[in-house]
């Protein structure tokens, strides 16, 4: 039967965004953690994908089709080694059973688990693990991850490189750690899936979001939280994310302006994915009840988000309640980007003064220095207090910080409305989506 090219194309682009860590995991473990030729034999696969699946029809399990033709092409180069069976005994323990009908093959989770938990080694750079996550886990290319993180595409490229060359001359083995090593390297593994997911929600340009890495980050959260059911971070990240995206389509307007999360309409957050997230953050602080463990940063932060969530209003949102997390969030992740969110939700509590007071000390922070949202934040409640003058220099100094795109065009839109008649003392303002 054969498919028409569009179909082929869609079939293959769909498969690539669901597939590609999976087969990618797979093959390498038949190879020994072998990532460099995982990577060329899963590219081939795909390649093959689209030459063949027009002619022969599209298979029933595309994910099985790709493995089994992945693991076809790592045969194909390393049968010619004479010491094949020596090296790779798992990949020869599968020639005998590979034959056409093996498109019935399953794919295991825990490949795609230990792809993870190679690409975020602790003996790899930060920058360098949510990279190489990218690009082996989701399949983007290094023009898309540079794109993402704002790195010139070389230096990107020559990032990924050294990180796999770290990991075959380090020989770091290819396996999910053992349970006295988890709590460490879990934590690498979840903060490079919110990089990830957030890189999605900081994309320069006239887009405020890009889907594909959004998607990118459910889905490992979501492979991870079925793959780990009684992590509680685990857990808390994904009901993090969920909470997090549910707003996603009310953050701009028809326009493509950005709308901070105070002036949203609420009708169209979407409530399913609400629903799933409340059920996560309602398993993972059950097990911290089970086991009494004390919840961690990203099952704080789920809580925080499922408390804005839940507010049916701007005005109805508990933010004393959200205040009292933000002082647990303080004491188990200390950070100056905590500090500037609790400082605000502080000042909707108790005032814009009172939230002020907390922001000036954290001006002369470093680790602030190049994050527009400081001063945008003090901007804002500056506008509240009526100070125009203070506030029109706050939201310039923020300007000088942000690229192009529906950021900058709220935060101009702001000092122009304070350069104007005057400041609208008492209307909130700060507010992410």
Known sequence: MTVPPDAVVAAVERAHRTEWGLVLATVARLLDGDLATAEECTQEAFEAALRTWGERGLPARPGAWLTTTARRRALDRVRREAALRARYPDLARQEAADDPAAQEDDVDLDDRLRLVFTCCHPALAPEARAALTLRLVCGLTTAEIARAFLVPEPTLAARITRAKKKIATAAIPYRVPGADELPERLDAVLTVIHVVFTAGYATPGPALVRPDLVGRGLDLARVLAVL??????????????????????????????????????????????????????????????????????????????????????????????????????????????????????????????????????????????????????????????????????????????????????????????????????????????
């Open 228 to 433: 780990l059911p009684h992590e509680p971070e685990a857990l808390g990240l994904l009901a993090l994310l969920e909470l997090t995206d549910a707003r996603r389509a009310a953050r701009v307007d028809a326009s493509g302006a950005l709308v901070l999360l105070e002036d949203q309409d609420r009708g169209r957050w979407d409530r399913a994915a609400i629903e799933r997230g409340d059920a996560v953050l309602a398993r993972a602080f059950g097990t911290c009840l089970r086991t009494g463990a004390e919840p961690g940063r990203f099952l704080l932060q789920a809580a925080i988000a499922g408390a804005h969530d839940e507010a049916r209003t701007w005005a109805g949102t508990d933010w004393p309640g959200i205040v009292l997390l933000y002082d647990r969030l303080l004491g188990a992740w200390p950070s100056p980007v905590v500090e500037v969110n609790r400082a605000v939700a502080v000042a909707f509590a108790r005032g814009p003064e009172a939230g002020l007071a907390l922001l000036e000390p954290l001006r002369g922070r470093e680790e602030l220095r190049t994050w527009h949202y400081l001063p945008a934040a003090r901007a804002d409640l500056l506008r509240r207090l009526g100070r125009a003058e203070e506030a029109a220099a706050a939201y310039r100094e923020a300007l000088g910080l942000v690229d192009d795109g529906a950021e900058r065009r709220f935060l101009l839109a702001r000092l122009a409305e304070v350069n104007g008649p005057g400041p609208a003392r008492g209307e909130p303002g700060v507010g992410g989506g």
